[in-house]
């Protein structure tokens, strides 16, 4: 009599089980049942049983249960006290872990077990259940047995609610070969006959599946590698891998599984380690005078001693860890990357051919979208980049190159200012410069090209829409820089003060459409406070002062004697009042002045031939040479004043850059 808290010791199962790891344990113990006799005649079905109820679609039954038959030694004493001892050790020699049947009662509700064995010169029947409670063994009973060979049948009955079976025979048996492959593919072993069969349906022979499947639906690769070792505590391991090609996936992907006494363990996708194996791959043959193509995955099975003596008591994984630790010293991440490694040399071409094809558009990405991040591109290592990247994928993808280049830049900085050998220091300074400035680089070119777009935009804000009409003058502005804001919210970065005057960016203070003494009065569209930039007199500072103001394309109506919204004369009412002490920031900071405080006034518009008729004769400007822009200077109070057109501050600014666009080839 056993006592086991049966209960719990099945709650405690891993997850990474499935509903054919039963089923796989009682096959497999069959097989070892039968090996145990010595016969070559061995033999197992595997019959399925469904629910009985046709679904209302016409669709086969819910399988429900299963019944394993074999021909192997049957439940002896020996047998019987190791199923019903915990961590039985019976098995310990083929990897048997003394837990495999508890894995059954996870997914099924009942086991019952009928088994033939022979004591002495009489065969005995036992029968008995599998208890769910305190005993493993309930309900035993031992009777002569009127048949005269020996084997066993486990019965797996109904499978527990959500849980569920493929419907189709030949997908079940599929399925179970995938899992027991190592049996009909390990050398010098010949497994035993295994059948899969319902009532009135035709049975299907594993063996022969696997024997005719070989070269149509799996095909062995055969490699230049297929061994490697990895140093494990105290000595080196040696893990052999055979690489198959699986015809007709379906929607499964290239894997790798691990392996331990002859059966699958953990399953890993391969394109975890080499992202070119997540797509299908393809091939061409010849049926008469027709070329077909035809889709198959790799599975890449992992045989080793390391994994026999480490696999879990429910067989779903391995004692030691994804990745190294002291009491191990392998991971499982080291066998699936080594292992992954023999699988894309297995493909060959097909992988190169994949990756050529990543590393051209991530090229072609870089070209036409992001010529920032070419210097990048010279280092950086693309085999864990998605294999059909999107722009997105890439760009995340360089940005993080980026940032680790950057962060290591910054340690080896800090480290070699902390060294006193200055033998040292003029030696590794010339290459810490050169990485900070193929950083700086990077930022540039980004900075360059993002002034390009913005140019862009701003080109097609001035053009008229599919209505005939030109963007307002709040689209441009906010493109220069955005209304209601000012330095204070707008970051150097958000604003684009270049497209009128390169010194702009300089500046410690910008006002953009706001009122300058906080109040609901008139606003500037754009008023800047400069950094100190020259000196007067007795070397005192002068903080220049440069106001903007727009006009929408093609609007002249502001020149008209009624019209109240006179630019050049909103400019100098703007300067008299800061001059008179009138404004604050918004924010209360105190606009310094003094007597000879520079002002700029710039008015941006459309230069017809009205408003340049207005400019001359009322407002006594003078034209530039180029004819798309007027001045005046005002001396009385220290202001200068120019008209210009959208055209010429979209001429100029293009002008200024054109030489680093030409340079990025982005022109």
């Known amino acids: 009599m056993s006592n086991v808290n049966i209960k719990r010791a099945v709650d405690n199962i891993r997850a990474n089980t499935t509903i054919y790891t039963p ?22 079905i595997i019959r399925v049983q469904r629910n009985g109820q046709m679904q209302t679609d016409g669709s086969l039954p819910e399988i429900s249960s299963f019944e394993i038959e074999d021909n192997g030694i049957g439940f002896t004493e020996a047998h019987r006290d190791s199923f019903d001892t915990l961590y039985t050790d019976k098995k310990i020699k083929d990897g048997g872990k003394g837990f495999g049947r508890f894995t059954c009662l996870k997914y099924f509700k009942n086991l019952h ?42 019965s797996l009955l109904t499978l527990r609610e959500g849980k569920e079976f493929e419907k189709r025979l030949a997908t079940i048996a599929r399925n179970l070969v995938e899992r027991l492959l190592p049996y009909f593919i390990t050398k010098d072993y010949v497994c035993p006959e295994i059948i899969l069969t319902e009532v009135d349906e035709k049975s299907i ?22 061994v490697f070792t990895l140093k494990a505590s105290g000595a080196e391991e040696e893990f052999s891998v055979r690489v198959f090609k699986l015809y007709s996936p379906k929607n499964q992907r290239s894997k790798i599984s691990l392996v331990a006494h002859k059966r699958e363990v953990s399953v890993e996708a391969l394109h975890k380690y080499i992202p070119e194996f997540e797509d299908e791959f393809y091939e061409k043959e010849q049926d008469g005078e027709v ?39 392998i991971g499982q991440v080291q066998v699936e990357r080594e292992a992954s490694a023999i699988a894309k040399e297995a493909v060959g071409s097909d992988i190169i051919s994949r990756q050529e094809k990543k590393k051209e558009k991530v090229y072609s990405y870089v070209d036409n979208e992001a010529p920032w991040h070419k210097n990048i591109l010279e280092t950086i290592d693309l085999s864990g980049m998605p294999y059909n990247p999107s722009n997105e994928d890439i760009e995340l993808r360089l940005q993080k190159e980026k940032f680790t280049q950057e ?63 030109y963007s307002s003058e709040g689209t441009v502005h906010d493109i220069i820089f955005p209304r209601k804001g000012s330095t204070e919210i707008t970051s150097f970065k958000d604003h684009n003060l270049w497209i009128l005057d390169e010194r702009l960016n300089f500046t410690t203070y910008v006002s953009s459409d706001i009122p300058l003494d906080g ?19 007795d070397n005192e500072a002068s903080n220049p002062i440069t106001i903007f103001e727009f006009k929408k394309p093609q609007r002249d109506d502001f020149v008209n004697p009624s019209s109240q919204e006179d630019p050049v004369q909103q400019i100098i009412r703007y300067v008299n009042n800061i001059r008179d002490g009138k404004y604050k920031t918004p924010e209360g900071l105190k606009i310094m002045v003094s007597e000879n405080t520079p002002f700029y006034g710039y008015v941006v518009c459309e230069l017809s031939q009205k408003v340049e008729l207005w400019l001359e004769r009322e407002k006594d400007f003078k034209p530039m040479p180029d004819r798309l822009g007027w001045f005046r200077p005002m001396s009385n109070i220290n202001l200068y004043v120019e008209v210009i057109s959208w055209d010429k501050v979209l001429r100029d600014a293009t002008m200024r850059n054109k030489i680093f666009f030409k340079k990025l080839g982005i022109l």
């Open 23 to 44: 089923v796989i344990e009682v096959i497999v113990n069959a097989i070892q049942a039968i090996e145990e006799t010595g016969r070559a005649d061995g033999k197992i």
């Open 113 to 154: 077990v009928r088994s033939v064995f022979q004591d002495g010169d009489v065969f005995n029947e036992r029968r008995f259940s599998m208890g769910e409670d305190k005993d493993i063994i309930v309900n035993e009973k031992i009777e002569p047995s009127q048949r005269q060979e020996s084997g066993t049948v486990v």
């Open 205 to 226: 022979c594993l063996n022969d599946y696997v024997r005719k499947n070989v070269s149509s639906e799996l095909s062995e690769i055969e490699t230049k590698r297929n």
């Open 291 to 329: 070329i077909k193509k035809r889709n198959y995955i790799i599975k890449a099975y992992v045989f080793g001693s390391y994994l026999d003596h480490n696999v879990s008591l429910e067989r779903g994984g391995f004692e030691f860890g994804m990745e190294p630790s002291l009491l191990f010293g």
């Open 407 to 469: 962060i290591k830049i910054k340690k080896d900085v800090a480290q070699l200012l902390k060294e006193s050998d200055l033998e040292k220091v003029k030696e590794q300074a010339g290459a810490i410069v050169s990485k900070i400035s193929e950083t700086g680089k990077n930022d540039l070119i980004h900075y360059i090209a993002h002034r390009r777009n913005i140019l862009d935009i701003f080109s097609k804000s001035l053009q008229i829409d599919e209505n005939g009409k």
């Open 519 to 537: 109040k609901n009065t008139e606003r500037p569209d754009v008023v800047v406070y400069n950094k100190r930039v020259v000196f007067r007199g």
